[in-house]
C-alpha cells in the first residue's frame, strides 16, 4: 500500500532556532498534502494544505509566516517551524492523498514530536 | 473547522464489553474513513466506506455509512486492551479533508 514517511521522528531545538520537517511519499505522487498538529488524546488539527508548485494554503489562526511550507516536488513536502518557541513543541503529522489507484484516502506519516526548549 | 462531531469522546471499559463510536456531521461526504492511532504515532487507516448505508466489518468491528453519507458509526464487539487508542473518523469530499474531534478508547483488562 502507499507509505508516507516523515523526517525526523524526534527532533528537540532551542527557543527561537528553525527546525524543518520533511514528508515524503514513498509509492505514489502526491499533489496534495497536509500539514496537522496535535496535542495528547486530541484529534489532529489541520494547519494547511500543500499543493505541489504553489503556495499553500494555511487554515484560519496558523501564522504562515511561522510554519514554512514548501511543496516542490510531487514527492516531497516541508513544514519548516521558524523561531520557534516552547509552545510550539507539538506532535506534527503529514499526510498525503493518494489519487489515482490508491482513490481518495489519505495516508499519513509516523509523525515527528518537537520539542523546543 | 471541525465539521465531524465524534460521541464518546472518551470511553473506558472493560475487556469483553462492546461498545459504538459515533461520528456526525451536518455535512454530506463522498467517503468516509476510519483510522486508529496510538501515541506518538501517526493513524492508520482501517476502513474507507463510499455508499450511503454501506456496512464493512474488520474481524470484531463493525463500520457503517449513514443512508445520507453526513454519519458514520464504529461498532468494536468483545473490546481487547490492543483496541486502545484513538479513533478518529475523516470525511472527504472532493480534495479536502475533515477530521472528527476524535474518541480516546481505553481497554482495561
Known amino acids: 500500500g502507499a507509505v508516507v514517511s516523515q523526517h525526523p521522528s524526534r527532533v528537540i531545538c532551542k527557543s527561537g532556532t528553525s527546525v524543518k520537517i520533511e514528508c515524503r511519499s514513498l509509492?505514489?505522487?502526491?499533489?496534495?498534502m497536509f500539514w496537522y498538529r496535535q496535542f495528547p488524546k486530541q484529534s489532529l488539527m489541520l494547519m494547511a494544505t500543500s499543493n505541489e508548485g504553489s503556495k499553500a494554503t494555511y487554515e484560519q489562526g496558523v501564522e504562515k509566516d511561522k510554519f514554512l511550507i514548501n511543496h516542490a516536488s510531487l514527492t516531497l513536502s516541508t513544514l519548516t517551524v521558524t523561531s520557534a518557541h516552547p509552545e510550539d513543541s507539538s506532535f506534527y503529522i503529514c499526510s498525503a492523498s493518494g489519487g489515482g489507484s490508491f482513490g481518495n484516502t489519505i495516508y499519513f506519516g509516523e509523525g515527528s514530536w518537537l520539542t523546543v526548549v | 473547522t471541525q465539521l465531524l462531531e465524534q460521541s464518546p469522546q472518551f470511553l473506558s471499559i472493560q475487556e469483553g464489553e462492546n461498545l459504538t463510536v459515533y461520528c456526525n456531521s451536518s455535512s454530506v461526504f463522498s467517503s468516509l474513513q476510519w483510522y486508529r492511532q496510538e501515541p506518538g504515532e501517526g493513524p492508520v487507516l482501517l476502513v474507507t466506506?463510499?455508499?450511503?448505508?454501506e456496512v464493512k466489518k474488520l474481524k470484531r468491528l463493525t463500520f457503517q455509512f449513514g443512508d445520507a453519507r453526513k454519519d458514520s458509526s464504529l461498532h468494536i464487539t468483545a473490546a481487547q486492551p490492543g483496541d486502545t487508542g484513538l479513533y478518529l473518523c475523516?470525511?472527504?469530499?472532493?480534495?479536502?479533508?475533515?477530521f472528527g474531534t476524535g474518541t480516546s478508547l481505553t481497554v482495561i483488562p
Open positions: 509509492d505514489f505522487q502526491a499533489t496534495t
Open positions: 466506506v463510499v455508499t450511503g448505508g
Open positions: 475523516a470525511g472527504g469530499s472532493g480534495n479536502q479533508f475533515y
